[in-house]
Structures are given as C-alpha cells and as structure tokens.
C-alpha cells in the first residue's frame, strides 16, 4: 500500500491545529478545534482506506481485488454526520452564553480555583492505617483502657498489645457462637 506524504502531512497539521484550538478558553475557538479535529480523523480514515479502485458495484468480469472497500467511505459518512450535530450542539451552547453574559470566554470558577489549591494528600484519608480520631478511650476485652496513643497499634494484625483477662476465655469461651456445649462426660 503506497501512503500519499501529502494526505498525511495536511492531517497532522489538522490534529495540530484541532488540538491547539480545543485547550484554548474560548468556546468559538473550541468549536472551530473539534471541526479541524473531525476533518483530520476524516482524512486519517481515508488514507487507511487503501488503494483507489472501482466503484462498490457488482459486475461479473470484474476481479473483486479491483473493488475499492466501502467501509472507510461509510465510516467518513457517519463521522460527518456526527460531527454535524457536535458542531450544531456548540453552536447552541456558544449563542446561548453570549446572550446570556455577553462574552465568549469561560472565566474561572472561584470554588474550582479553591478546590485546584487544596493540597492532594490528606493525612487522615490517605494514610495506611486510620488514626483514632475519638476522644473516648477504646475498650478491650477484659474491660481493659487503650490510651488513644496506642490504640492504632491495635489495627495492626497479630497485635500482641492485649493480652486475655484470667478466667475471660476459657474452654467455652473458645466455640463459635451458637455451637452446642460437649456432653458432661467430657468430649470424645
């Protein structure tokens, strides 16, 4: 497959161009960036498309290598059709700001410039483990007080922080709940 430097160059110029004009805080030129953005996806899939050949018509003598595919063409059509309604919507956003505020350009938000300045790492939220934000000590088994210090050792697992009041986990206190108690014989 020959590629044509040309067709490829105008469409790099295109996206270029496309792209420039959509970062930009003017809403005319963001509509006029997605139209060069449209036309250059147009020409990207028109130059995918292959060789030029004959027309999509059927015809016994003719060999079906010589066909051009018809894919890309109707692929070209939807995107024109899409991009259509794209530039109709913008179009009806652009008249309607300008009747309503008489400017073009979006302005800065103040609750997004202050959202934009907070920092991204929050102690509370983004640490590995949650620190006690209470004020009440916690209470372990055995009706022992963790000072709230030590109580994030807690969360770690295998914590051998507590240790087990005498007499509160005995032989029954060891089965599951609702599990049925060994007969008095002793167990088997």
């Known amino acids: 497959m020959s590629v044509n430097l040309t067709l490829l160059l105008v469409m790099g110029a295109l996206f270029a161009c496309g792209i420039y ?23 990207l899939i028109l130059a995918t498309g292959g060789y030029a050949g004959l027309a999509p018509l059927y015809a016994k003598d003719t060999d079906p290598d010589a ?3 018809p894919l890309p063409q109707a692929l070209i059509l939807t995107s024109i059709v899409i991009s259509f309604a794209v530039t109709a919507f913008m179009l009806g956003i652009i008249y309607r700001t300008w009747v309503l505020a008489r400017q073009d350009e979006i302005q800065d938000d103040a609750e997004d410039l202050r959202v934009a300045e907070t920092p991204s790492f929050d102690a509370e939220d983004d640490a590995e483990i949650p620190a006690e934000t209470s004020e009440f000590p916690v209470l372990v088994t055995g009706g022992r007080e963790i000072p709230v210090d030590s109580a994030v050792s807690e969360e770690t697992p295998g914590s051998l922080n507590v240790t ?7 032989a029954e206190g060891s089965r599951a709940p609702g599990a049925a108690r060994p007969a008095e014989g002793g167990e088997k």
């Open 21 to 43: 004009l959509t970062l930009e805080r003017s809403l005319t030129r963001v509509l006029l960036g997605l139209m060069l953005l449209a036309n250059a996806s147009n020409l």
């Open 67 to 69: 066909y051009n595919d």
């Open 164 to 170: 087990p009041a005498e007499g509160s986990r005995s």
